[in-house]
């Protein structure tokens, strides 16, 4: 039985979830006020994500695998997701990692609009992604002796 990360908790008795809260208080600007919009976004696109937080403080939402992260800066609230590329974007919400081969991401700066329905079908088309078993690889065949 794996163990929910969501109830794991910090050296501090905090679970990911309360961390985050933390996160977005301590950054007590536009930033927080984003990555709080956001968040509400992904928890209501997919009910069960799991939130963690990695790499010093990075939110992250998973289900079955990273769906997306959720990274303040100065100037940018980006939202980077590993298999971006592998996922349809009709409306063009990626707008930052653009010319790798696997990851894309969305940077929101101050005042910026964010189509709320296309981001949710775009995070659960990244559950989605992740949860979906991988195509089978054909069964190779020897050639003889």
Same mark, same amino acid.
């Given at each position: 039985?794996?163990?929910?990360?969501?109830?794991?908790?910090d050296?501090n008795g905090?679970?990911?979830s309360?961390?985050?809260?933390?996160?977005?208080?301590?950054l007590?600007? !536009? %930033?927080?006020?984003?990555?709080?919009?956001?968040r509400?976004?992904i %928890?209501?696109? /997919?009910?069960?994500?799991v939130e963690?937080?990695? !790499?010093?403080g /990075?939110?992250? !939402?998973? #289900?079955?695998?990273?769906?997306?992260? +959720?990274?303040?800066?100065?100037? /940018?609230?980006?939202?980077? $997701?590993?298999?971006?590329?592998?996922?349809?974007?009709p409306?063009?919400? $990626?707008? =930052?990692?653009l010319?790798?081969?696997? %990851?894309?991401?969305?940077?929101l700066?101050? +005042?910026? =609009?964010?189509?709320?329905?296309? $981001?949710?079908?775009?995070?659960?088309? =990244?559950?989605?992604l992740?949860?979906? #078993?991988? =195509?089978r690889r054909?069964? %190779? /065949?020897?050639?003889?002796?």
């Open positions: 039985m794996q163990k929910d990360k969501s109830a794991v908790e050296e905090e679970t990911p309360q961390q985050i809260d933390a996160h977005i208080q301590h007590n600007d !536009w %930033r927080g006020e984003a990555l709080a919009w956001v509400a976004l %928890r209501q696109a /997919v009910p069960d994500v963690a937080v990695k !790499w010093r /990075v939110p992250v !939402w998973e #289900k079955a695998g990273i769906i997306c992260t +959720g990274e303040a800066y100065k100037a /940018v609230v980006k939202l980077t $997701f590993p298999k971006g590329a592998a996922l349809d974007d409306s063009r919400l $990626f707008n =930052a990692s010319d790798g081969n696997t %990851r894309r991401a969305i940077d700066r101050e +005042g910026d =609009a964010l189509d709320e329905q296309a $981001f949710q079908t775009l995070i659960q088309a =990244a559950a989605a992740n949860t979906a #078993k991988p =195509a054909p069964e %190779r /065949v020897s050639a003889g002796p």
